[in-house]
């Protein structure tokens, strides 16, 4: 385990939207991770879940009221033991009444007094999300310090869709640990940026995710192991900083669509070099995280190769170097970040390989992970280098996937113009 994953007092949030249901499940992956949690639920949150559901899956029972244990002072005593407030689902309503300093619930007086990390997470029909008194709402609160996730598109709760509907439960969760993660970081007396600025906005942001997969007859593919979970945080954190993000995926583990990402679908080397080419052309950023295949073969066969008494010799060619294209592109200047997944060997060691992959590709920065067994693919944490094209090594500590795309975005940032 990280240090930062250790055991956290976590407050969870809960108002009243239809959303609401959603929260049981971030409850339950917390406690998983093994927090302890205390649920702050409005009056209205339990109109929508029924106080049981919450004090069977936090082991605690639920406080609404200012004037429930009066003796433990709790609306005070919660928001300094709190090591992160997390509310999920944040109504247009909370928003407001966070906006005005108010404390007419137990919800709000924690919200005072606490002095760690807020992470509101809010879930709305999209007239709500887009009237200018939330819209107003969100800045003023983020201007604070407040981190106010970004709604997912889709359904919401009739037949209508559009922005304003609650992200993914995994999604809540990778942010909330994130917090977490970079709260250890400071109270140990570091000088780390937080990992939620809104320092993208405005900026277009191409992210590539997963793996390819090239066919070699109707059912079998050559392809390369990547679970899309590097690639997705880049796109969640990029989105969550305030930019414009389009995410192009091959073949990936079992993720949700991130919130606030105008994801497209590839297969194949070729159909990822389209997509991300083209989504390129106007952005500021593009990130290669996708671990495609270099290599094809020659011919598709139209029928499945048949077993036969010896394995079949499949020629194979190059694809296209997608991170190579990017750079010689005639366009105007943007940034080219790469990943280069290394193994050491007797002739050189991973960063060095990753040194000369930089210079060879001509990228600005270059992410290096040490793959392998139990390394980097498909795990949940990642750990390398990002090394830039002006020399600069840096170390990326073991932590979450998002943990190291913040730190690549803090890198980014501080390059653009
Ligand atoms: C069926 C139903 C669904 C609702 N869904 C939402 C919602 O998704 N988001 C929201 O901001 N308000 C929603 N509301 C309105 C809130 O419940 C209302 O504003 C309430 O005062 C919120 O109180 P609270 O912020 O103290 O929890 C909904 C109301 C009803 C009756």
Same mark, same amino acid.
């Given at each position: 385990?990280?240090?930062?994953?250790?055991p956290r007092e976590i407050?969870?949030?809960?108002?009243?939207?239809?959303?609401?249901?959603?929260?049981?499940?971030?409850?339950?992956?917390l406690r998983?991770a093994g927090h302890h949690v205390?649920?702050?639920?409005?009056?209205?949150?339990?109109?929508?879940?029924?106080?049981?559901?919450?004090?069977?899956?936090?082991?605690?029972?639920?406080?609404?009221?200012?004037? $429930?244990?009066?003796?433990? =002072?709790?609306? +005070? !005593?919660?928001? #300094? *033991?709190?090591?992160? %407030?997390? @509310?999920? &689902? /944040?109504?247009?309503?909370?928003?407001?009444?966070?906006?005005?300093?108010?404390?007419?619930?137990?919800?709000?007086?924690?919200?005072?007094?606490?002095?760690?990390?807020?992470?509101?997470?809010?879930?709305?029909?999209?007239?709500?999300? $887009?009237?200018?008194?939330? =819209?107003?709402? +969100? !800045?003023?609160? #983020? *201007?604070?310090?407040? %981190?106010? @996730?970004? &709604? /997912?598109?889709?359904?919401?709760?009739?037949?209508?869709?559009?922005?304003?509907?609650?992200?993914?439960?995994?999604?809540?969760?990778?942010?909330?640990?994130?917090?977490?993660?970079?709260?250890?970081?400071?109270?140990?007396?570091?000088? $780390?940026?937080?990992?939620?600025?809104?320092?993208?906005?405005?900026? #277009?942001?191409?992210?590539?995710?997963?793996?390819?997969?090239?066919?070699?007859?109707?059912?079998?593919?050559?392809?390369?192991?990547?679970?899309?979970?590097?690639?997705?945080?880049?796109?969640?954190?990029?989105?969550?900083?305030?930019?414009?993000?389009?995410?192009?995926?091959?073949?990936?583990?079992?993720?949700?669509?991130?919130?606030?990402?105008?994801?497209?679908?590839?297969?194949?080397?070729?159909?990822?070099?389209?997509?991300?080419?083209?989504?390129?052309?106007?952005?500021?950023?593009?990130?290669?995280?996708?671990?495609?295949?270099?290599?094809?073969?020659?011919?598709?066969?139209?029928?499945?190769?048949?077993?036969?008494?010896?394995?079949?010799?499949?020629?194979?060619?190059?694809?296209?170097?997608?991170?190579?294209?990017?750079?010689?592109?005639?366009?105007?200047?943007?940034?080219?970040?790469?990943?280069?997944?290394?193994?050491?060997?007797?002739?050189?060691?991973?960063?060095?390989?990753?040194?000369?992959?930089?210079?060879?590709?001509?990228?600005?920065?270059?992410?290096?992970?040490?793959?392998?067994?139990?390394?980097?693919?498909?795990?949940?944490?990642?750990?390398?280098?990002?090394?830039?094209?002006?020399?600069?090594?840096?170390?990326?500590?073991?932590?979450?996937?998002?943990?190291?795309?913040?730190?690549?975005?803090?890198?980014?940032?501080?390059?653009?113009?």
């Open positions: 385990m990280i240090e930062s994953d250790r407050v969870l949030g809960v108002s009243g939207g239809i959303a609401a249901y959603k929260s049981c499940e971030v409850l339950r992956r998983e205390q649920v702050v639920a409005t009056r209205s949150a339990l109109e929508f879940i029924g106080a049981a559901t919450f004090e069977a899956l936090s082991g605690r029972p639920v406080m609404t009221g200012v004037f $429930e244990n009066v003796h433990d =002072v709790e609306h +005070v !005593a919660l928001g #300094r *033991r709190a090591e992160l %407030v997390l @509310l999920v &689902p /944040a109504t247009a309503d909370l928003l407001a009444r966070m906006t005005q300093g108010r404390a007419d619930d137990l919800l709000t007086s924690t919200l005072l007094t606490a002095r760690c990390p807020v992470l509101a997470v809010p879930a709305m029909h999209t007239e709500m999300w $887009e009237h200018p008194a939330t =819209v107003d709402n +969100v !800045a003023t609160l #983020r *201007r604070r310090g407040t %981190v106010v @996730l970004e &709604p /997912a598109s889709g359904r919401l709760t009739g037949a209508d869709t559009g922005p304003g509907r609650l992200p993914e439960p995994p999604e809540i969760a990778e942010f909330a640990r994130l917090l977490l993660e970079w709260g250890a970081s400071t109270s140990a007396g570091g000088t $780390e940026p937080f990992p939620l600025p809104r320092d993208l906005e405005g900026r #277009r942001v191409v992210v590539s995710a997963g793996g390819t997969a090239e066919p070699l007859d109707p059912v079998r593919t050559l392809g390369n192991r990547s679970s899309g979970r590097q690639g997705y945080a880049l796109a969640r954190v990029a989105a969550q900083r305030g930019a414009d993000v389009t995410l192009v995926a091959g073949t990936i583990a079992d993720l949700d669509p991130p919130a606030a990402v105008d994801l497209r679908r590839v297969q194949t080397t070729r159909e990822m070099r389209d997509a991300v080419l083209d989504a390129s052309k106007a952005a500021d950023v593009v990130v290669m995280a996708a671990a495609v295949s270099d290599f094809r073969p020659t011919a598709l066969s139209a029928g499945k190769i048949k077993k036969g008494e010896e394995p079949p010799s499949i020629p194979l060619e190059f694809n296209p170097d997608i991170l190579r294209e990017l750079v010689t592109e005639d366009v105007p200047r943007r940034l080219v970040v790469g990943f280069a997944a290394e193994t050491g060997d007797e002739h050189g060691s991973v960063l060095d390989y990753g040194r000369a992959k930089l210079e060879r590709k001509g990228c600005d920065l270059l992410v290096v992970n040490a793959v392998g067994a139990g390394k980097a693919f498909e795990m949940e944490d990642n750990e390398g280098w990002l090394l830039g094209a002006d020399g600069s090594s840096m170390s990326l500590p073991m932590g979450s996937k998002a943990a190291l795309a913040a730190r690549v975005w803090d890198a980014v940032a501080e390059r653009l113009p």
